[in-house]
């Protein structure tokens, strides 16, 4: 019973970590597709971007289980999306006009398909432990 579960959980796991790992590769590739000119040039034609080479991720365990995803990025990330700068207060006309969303058009479709995929594993586990038991008459379990 006890490697069912540590099976189970490396499983469920393993479908957030590659969650994770797909979620951020669309933030890249949103930020990309914006052509934002934060970009350094750096010695022999290469390109540094601070804010796209920042963006990842982290897994919060407790008993081995997964239960927190952090995303991580530096702080002009939030300003970007807010369009906020110098002279450019939250909420103004100005951050109005200079706001680039990136995360805004990635997370909710994202939170979405991990919803998906956790309620799916959810059910197919609540169902496998569904037992019917009438003494004398019938005593099984739902197999997948």
Same mark, same amino acid.
């Given at each position: ?11 469920e796991?393993?479908?957030i970590r590659d ?11 949103q ?23 920042? #963006? ?5 365990r ?14 002009h990330g939030?300003f970007l ?14 951050a ?8 805004? #058009? ?9 919803a ?7 059910a ?21």
């Open positions: 019973m006890a490697e069912r579960i540590a099976d189970r959980i490396e499983a796991n393993k479908v969650w994770a790992r797909l979620t951020t590769q669309q933030l890249k590739r930020l990309m597709g914006m052509g934002i000119h934060s970009r350094v040039k750096l010695e022999r034609g290469r390109v540094d971007d601070p804010l796209l080479d920042s #963006v990842g991720y982290a897994l919060k407790r008993d081995g289980q997964i239960y927190a995803i952090p995303l991580k990025f530096i702080r939030i999306e807010h369009g906020v700068g110098k002279g450019r207060p939250a909420g103004s006309l100005a109005q006009r200079y706001k680039k969303p990136w995360l805004s #058009v990635v997370l909710p479709s994202r939170i979405d398909a991990l998906e995929i956790l309620a799916e594993n959810a197919t586990e609540i169902a496998n432990e569904i037992r019917f038991l009438i003494p004398g008459i019938i005593d099984t379990k739902i197999r997948k």
